[in-house]
């Protein structure tokens, strides 16, 4: 991935998003675009016009922390746009070398170690997924398996969230706010590549992707990124209906790169009751082999 065009096009997006009146100046008359102009962004974070475009044209390399700290400001970037504009810097001066991820395992090179698998069995109340920054499901726990039955069922989504969200028609289905996790999924990706600009395999899916989902071609223009970290989230499971459940998303420190989700029903809703019908549904089908076995001998 170009870093100089990467920078160009994440900084000319972020300074078409902020509004004259939001940055507490004067709009003026003759306003060809609706964004800052480059003198005003620069008059902002107190540097020359000139330097400032030479950075928006993507010559980060050199640039201080207290440069991108006034360029952040003045462009207003929220936690994870400034943590991308600082991967940005990064790998732009070649001083991402040493801090650069290894080489992240997909779904099929990667069976979790077994404590972290007893660890994800261990939580019963909810989905527990671990996933790597391009979206792989690596690891789950059976409710996972259950809650994300369209995502397994497929061998064409390799295990892979934003190949589900964009390429598998189940997706609109299971996910009554798909725009939300389309826009989401680009983001996090989108975050991804500029914290490893050298992931092979990302580049494959975002080329995969663009190629084949014009939704996703025209999210990933926007330039928009983001941390997956907590919230809530709406689902229709084709075995159990709607749920609304939140999620907490965690680092894993013994593997960087990979993290998990773990998603929970509040206490007595209809929501925690359709995630122990899942469970129940679950565990019956896992034990229908094994009856059927004992049966046969």
């Given at each position: 991935?170009?870093n100089?065009?990467?920078?160009?096009?994440f900084?000319?997006?972020r300074?078409?998003k902020?509004?004259?009146?939001?940055a507490?100046?004067?709009?003026g008359p003759?306003r060809?675009?609706?964004?800052l102009?480059?003198?005003?962004?620069?008059?902002?974070?107190?540097?020359?016009?000139e330097?400032?475009?030479?950075?928006?044209?993507g010559?980060?390399a050199?640039?201080?922390?207290?440069?991108l700290e006034?360029?952040a400001?003045?462009?207003q970037?929220?936690?994870?746009e400034?943590?991308h504009?600082?991967?940005?810097?990064?790998a732009?001066?070649?001083?991402?070398?040493?801090?650069?991820?290894r080489?992240?395992?997909?779904?099929?090179?990667w069976t979790p170690h077994?404590?972290?698998?007893?660890t994800?069995?261990?939580?019963t109340?909810?989905?527990?997924?671990?996933s790597?920054?391009?979206?792989?499901?690596?690891?789950?726990?059976?409710?996972?398996?259950?809650?994300?039955?369209?995502l397994?069922?497929?061998?064409?989504?390799?295990?892979?969230?934003?190949?589900?969200?964009?390429?598998?028609?189940?997706?609109?289905?299971?996910?009554?706010?798909?725009?939300?996790f389309?826009?989401?999924?680009?983001?996090?990706?989108r975050?991804?590549?500029?914290?490893?600009?050298?992931?092979?395999?990302?580049?494959?899916l975002?080329g995969?992707?663009s190629?084949?989902?014009?939704?996703?071609?025209?999210?990933?223009?926007?330039h928009?990124?983001?941390r997956?970290?907590?919230g809530?989230?709406?689902?229709?499971?084709?075995?159990?209906?709607?749920?609304?459940?939140?999620?907490e998303a965690l680092?894993?420190?013994?593997?960087?790169g990979?993290?998990?989700?773990?998603?929970?029903?509040?206490p007595g809703?209809?929501?925690e009751?359709?995630?122990?019908?899942?469970a129940?549904?679950?565990?019956?089908?896992?034990?229908?082999?094994t009856?059927?076995?004992g049966e046969?001998?």
């Amino acid at each position: 991935m170009d870093n100089r065009e990467e920078v160009r096009e994440f900084l000319t997006s972020r300074r078409a998003k902020i509004t004259p009146e939001r940055a507490g100046l004067p709009a003026g008359p003759r306003r060809r675009v609706p964004g800052l102009r480059r003198s005003e962004v620069a008059a902002l974070a107190d540097m020359s016009v000139e330097y400032y475009a030479k950075l928006e044209r993507g010559s980060l390399a050199g640039a201080s922390p207290a440069v991108l700290e006034a360029v952040a400001r003045a462009l207003q970037l929220d936690d994870a746009e400034r943590a991308h504009l600082l991967h940005l810097a990064r790998a732009a001066d070649g001083s991402d070398a040493l801090t650069r991820p290894r080489r992240r395992p997909t779904a099929r090179q990667w069976t979790p170690h077994r404590s972290l698998q007893w660890t994800l069995d261990a939580i019963t109340a909810g989905p527990a997924v671990v996933s790597n920054g391009r979206m792989d499901v690596v690891a789950v726990n059976p409710l996972a398996r259950a809650f994300y039955a369209d995502l397994f069922a497929d061998a064409d989504n390799q295990r892979n969230l934003a190949r589900f969200n964009f390429l598998d028609p189940a997706a609109r289905r299971f996910y009554p706010d798909w725009e939300l996790f389309a826009d989401t999924a680009v983001a996090i990706l989108r975050r991804e590549a500029g914290r490893d600009p050298h992931d092979k395999d990302l580049h494959d899916l975002i080329g995969e992707l663009s190629t084949r989902s014009e939704e996703f071609r025209t999210r990933w223009g926007a330039h928009d990124v983001r941390r997956h970290g907590t919230g809530t989230k709406r689902f229709r499971h084709p075995a159990v209906g709607d749920l609304t459940l939140a999620y907490e998303a965690l680092d894993l420190a013994a593997e960087p790169g990979l993290g998990m989700t773990v998603y929970t029903a509040e206490p007595g809703s209809p929501s925690e009751q359709a995630l122990r019908l899942l469970a129940s549904l679950a565990a019956t089908e896992a034990a229908a082999p094994t009856a059927h076995h004992g049966e046969a001998s």
